[in-house]
């Protein structure tokens, strides 16, 4: 089965790959089945990645539990975990300041001396503990060293006819805007690791996300948001000439935003955790287009939407857009809630499902539904941070929906249904009705079971009781 590789660089890789495990787990169509992550980033303290890291965990948690994957529902896709891990070693930047990790000490003089034209004072001294600080002249010395790690020659010893690579970068900081173009020179031209001949000719695309938020301006900081824009045009100038003019990539998508968040200015780290962004999901749905079509020479994409407005909706994106992504949100929101606010009815002898399945008491309380109950609750918690940014993405107006699950979408009426006065009796009539259907598949675990009880009923119910 073919793979796609997802390699994701620097705090906004990090971000958009959130938004990606995020859609992975909805049930989106995907003409591939294995996604590798491959994260690229010196920081590893950085709370955007750690939090990315323990998603894509909790995912695979619960999609252990699938037998047969969830025949093309919930948590379908698999994220293959590479035998060395999927977070990139980049050697020798543990805490050293760049002229450490350079060796500028033991160079010539004439070497010093040019080394001292090529890097600022500031830059020398500069700690590589979180990272390049937006100096992507720094980032493009310390990732040359890419090719020599564990998980990039997992990455090559495993690729195969027909698997696709997807690259993951900001443009406008350190790690992203360096990173990008030297992987993918290395991909395009490199032939010192296994597999090479396949990999230069592999499909690749990539989404370079533009300047879509800034930062305090601090005095004891390096970063300075100033310089997103006139660094994104000094990178948009080389890519056109190296990349897109070299023809060194497939689908080159760009992504970026004008009214801008603030964040607070914190060069790495813990502290680095910023809330979920309409640019990145809007980034991770270029994953999905790339994925699912096939591209040929050289493309050039702008991702957009149809109203620019401070408030997104589902009737502000293109059509095919919002096409691809209102049922499987919407279906995942209701499994999310209905787990959220009615788990002890479903963990009764009164839900008559658990008596169609077979399902015995205690599995209510077994680690498969305790990781499903936790990621469906992140899941909701990021809704919640798309919603609550300064550009809104604003999908569902009523996230926790304890007495109305099909009042959820902005602009819109629920639809009319005369059966039942309550909403949640008639989620549990089409939560039963899916049992009953589903008990007559042989070859399947419990857990899928359940999975595909709530996929196959919210899917109904989504087509039944929502107006889009």
Not at 82 to 99: A, K, V
Not at 107 to 119: G, H, I, T, Y
């Amino acid at each position: 089965m073919a793979k796609c590789y997802v390699f994701s660089i620097g705090g906004t890789g990090s971000r958009v790959l959130r938004s990606m495990i995020m859609m992975l787990s909805c049930g989106m169509k995907l003409e591939m089945q294995k996604i590798v992550p491959i994260i690229i980033d010196p920081d590893m303290a950085n709370a955007d990645l750690t939090r990315t890291v323990k998603l894509g965990r909790l995912y695979n948690e619960i999609r252990k539990n699938i037998s047969g994957g969830s025949q093309g529902g919930f948590f379908a896709p698999e994220i293959v975990k590479q035998d060395s891990g999927n977070i990139l070693d980049i050697l020798n930047t543990s805490d050293i300041t760049f002229s450490r990790f350079m060796g500028v000490s033991s160079m010539s003089r004439e070497s010093q001396a040019l080394v001292k034209m090529l890097f600022s004072q500031k830059n020398l001294g500069s700690s590589m503990k979180v990272g390049f600080k937006g100096n992507p002249n720094i980032g493009s010395v310390v990732l040359n060293q890419i090719t020599d790690s564990r998980q990039f020659a997992d990455f090559a010893n495993t690729f195969e006819e027909g698997d696709k690579i997807f690259i993951i970068s900001s443009i406008f900081g350190g790690t992203g805007a360096s990173g990008f173009p030297l992987l993918l020179k290395t991909l395009r031209t490199g032939n010192t690791f296994p597999n090479w001949s396949l990999i230069n000719k592999a499909e690749i695309g990539a989404v370079s996300v533009l300047p879509y938020f800034r930062v305090r301006s601090s005095e004891e900081s390096e970063i300075d948001s100033s310089t997103f824009v006139s660094k994104a045009m000094a990178a948009l100038a080389y890519y056109e000439e190296n990349i897109y003019n070299a023809h060194l990539i497939n689908a080159l998508y760009f992504i970026g935003d004008d009214l801008a968040n603030i964040y607070e200015n914190n060069e790495g780290g813990v502290a680095q955790q910023n809330e979920a962004h309409i640019i990145e999901f809007l980034s991770a749905t270029a994953f999905v287009d790339f994925v699912n079509r096939n591209y040929d020479g050289t493309n050039c994409l702008e991702l957009g939407i149809k109203d620019i407005l401070s408030e997104v909706t589902f009737d502000k994106l293109y059509p095919v857009l919002a096409g691809e992504l209102e049922h499987p949100l919407t279906r995942m929101l209701l499994t999310a809630e209905c787990l959220r606010s009615r788990y002890e009815f479903l963990a009764s002898p009164q839900f008559n499902a658990n008596r169609t399945l077979h399902i015995p008491q205690d599995f209510y309380q077994s680690k498969f539904i305790r990781s499903l109950r936790e990621f469906t609750t992140l899941y909701q918690e990021w809704l919640h941070e798309l919603k609550d940014n300064v550009r809104s993405l604003s999908l569902f107006h009523n996230i926790e929906g304890e007495k109305h699950p099909f009042d959820i979408i902005d602009n819109s009426s629920e639809k009319r249904t005369l059966s039942f006065k309550s909403d949640y009796y008639f989620f549990y009539d089409r939560l039963n009705r899916a049992a009953r259907h589903i008990s007559g598949i042989r070859d399947v675990n419990l857990e899928t079971r359940f999975l595909m009880m709530f996929f196959n009923a919210t899917e109904k119910l989504t087509r039944e009781k929502i107006v889009f």
